[in-house]
């Protein structure tokens, strides 16, 4: 399989390999102020809002789509006291969540699959209150398939809220798509896409809200404490990866300012009977 036709985990293993290192750790505490061992654009306070937003509490079943290592899902069930299920594609990440539940003392009420979200997921119906996918709906190759998918796994009106980073609000060159997708396939969608695309799945949205600043902080966050890192970095990842990432950020930061990409957090709930 040629190199840039491999699933995106394929890229993400690599990268989740030394995620919990001392190193990596320090970098996400001065990139973020406050780890919560995210790969993702997210913060713990917009974490926090969206616990809200779901409506959990203690007795929810959440699932998390795309949980990466499972920094926001372990925090979630760590801080609301709700279990939880994630769902990723990578081993390692799958590795490291293990790991840190079991630190969180959390592991009772957490799950694990290994699968493709771009695939019918081995899960039963109506199983959950509640979804979340955070940065991860733009890695997909057929996003309509698992709208549906996550409309047949929550309950009537369960509630599912997914971040967004890909939705183009101006223009891109192909040089800028290309070191904006470093982790391999990336789809950029127009606004309104994911709107129509959740109302045909069953959805209705609640909300939507524009989440490019808090990119735009995360991704300078993460700029200046990679360059603060630069030579400990090169030994990880080679001068090429440390070089990769930096343009990577750099291309984000470029196109938040400008406002040709945006990143947007959708929340919606599958319509009930009475309601269609
Ligand atoms: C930007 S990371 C976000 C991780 C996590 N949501 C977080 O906030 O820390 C995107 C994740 O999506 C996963 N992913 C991408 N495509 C996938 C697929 N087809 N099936 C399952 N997981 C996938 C990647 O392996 C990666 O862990």
Redesign the pocket.
């Known amino acids: 399989m040629d190199a840039s036709n491999k699933?995106?985990?394929n890229r993400?293993e690599a990268l989740y390999r030394d995620f919990d290192s001392a190193l990596m750790r320090r970098i996400r505490r001065e990139a973020y102020g406050e780890d919560i061992?995210?790969?993702?654009w997210?913060g713990a306070d917009e974490l926090r809002r969206d616990t809200g937003h779901l409506g959990l509490t203690h007795s929810s079943r959440l699932l998390?789509l795309?949980?990466?290592?499972c920094?926001?899902l372990t925090f979630v069930i760590a801080s609301v006291g709700c279990s939880g299920t994630g769902?990723?594609?990578?081993a390692a990440?799958l590795r490291l969540g293990r790991a840190r539940a079991a630190s969180l003392g959390v592991e009772a009420r957490f799950t694990l699959r290994e699968?493709?979200?771009?695939a019918p997921l081995p899960l039963e119906p109506r199983q959950f209150d509640a979804a979340m996918?955070?940065?991860?709906i733009l890695?997909?190759r057929d996003r309509l398939r698992l709208f549906h998918e996550v409309a047949r796994l929550l309950r009537p009106a369960g509630r599912f809220m997914f971040t967004d980073a890909g939705i183009v609000t101006g223009s891109l060159s192909s040089e800028e798509v290309k070191s904006r997708s470093p982790?391999g396939f990336t789809q950029f969608v127009a606004p309104g896409w994911n709107e129509g695309l959740l109302e045909s799945a069953g959805f209705r949205l609640i909300e939507t809200e524009n989440r490019t600043a808090s990119m735009l902080n995360n991704a300078r966050g993460r700029l200046s404490a990679i360059q603060a890192h630069r030579a400990e970095l090169e030994k990880v990842w080679s001068t090429a990866g440390f070089e990769k990432q930096r343009d990577y950020l750099e291309t984000v930061i470029k196109l938040s300012e400008s406002g040709a990409l945006s990143r947007v957090m959708f929340l919606a709930e599958v319509r009930t009977p009475q309601a269609v």
Request: hydrophobic residues 30%; charged residues 15%; negative net charge.
């Open positions: 699933p995106p985990a993400y061992g995210q790969h993702s997210v998390d795309g949980c990466g290592p920094g926001p769902v990723e594609l990578s990440a699968a493709d979200l771009d996918s955070l940065d991860v890695h997909l982790y």
